[in-house]
């Protein structure tokens, strides 16, 4: 398996009502930092991420709308879909995540620039790096720049990082999510047409 990729990961009625939901919790008290979160050997030196997980019935509604446009390759519900603000100076070096998930990103930001960084590097195991060698990040890279509606879904723990945010950088929005495997059987969706 490897890392698929492609576009209109959510319809424009959902990305509108998912930004509305957004803006009506901004000055609410439901928001977390990846300093909390995240395990220390992945927070390194980067800019506090602001975190928000989404109520469980609105996440529902957009793993379900996922899964109807082709987007994950079964139907989740109860499963956590957080948003995340990565301001200027923030990354995430190289990992991999869960090995008992697939982990999916969708970017949010209508015109991200390629010089505000934030990209996406990963690699596919067998490319010169062994399954889960903790101590050996890749020294090849695949990229994808945050896109509008764009999206990556990791299906084999495939080792990743984010590189750093630039000072002139809005902060970098996304969804993102952890998705228990599929049962044996199931096939993820096909890689989009270049």
């Not at 300093?35 to 050997?41: E, M, P, S, T, V």
């Not at 519900?77 to 070096?93: C, D, L, N, R």
């Not at 090849?140 to 945050?146: L, V």
């Amino acid at each position: 398996m490897a890392v698929i990729h492609g576009r209109d990961a959510l319809s424009d009625a959902t990305l509108e009502r998912l930004f509305q939901y957004i803006e009506a919790r901004r000055k609410e008290g439901v928001w977390n930092t990846n300093l909390n979160l995240w395990d220390a050997g992945i927070v390194h030196q980067s800019a506090p991420v602001l975190v928000h997980a989404i109520e469980p019935a609105f996440s529902n509604d957009l793993l379900a709308e996922l899964h109807e446009r082709g987007k994950l390759p079964y139907r989740h519900a109860g499963v956590a879909v957080m948003f995340y603000a990565w301001p200027a100076g923030s990354y995430i070096p190289w990992h991999s995540d869960f090995i008992d998930k697939y982990s999916m990103t969708i970017y949010l930001n209508r015109d991200w620039q390629a010089d505000h960084g934030g990209a996406f590097c990963w690699q596919d195991w067998g490319m010169g790096i062994e399954r889960h060698d903790w101590s050996a990040p890749p020294v090849r890279s695949q990229m994808i720049r945050p896109q509008f509606n764009a999206y990556a879904l990791m299906t084999d723990t495939e080792w990743h990082a984010v590189t750093l945010t630039t000072p002139n950088a809005p902060p970098r929005l996304t969804l993102q999510l952890f998705l228990p495997r599929p049962q044996p059987g199931i096939t993820p969706p096909p890689q989009p047409a270049a």
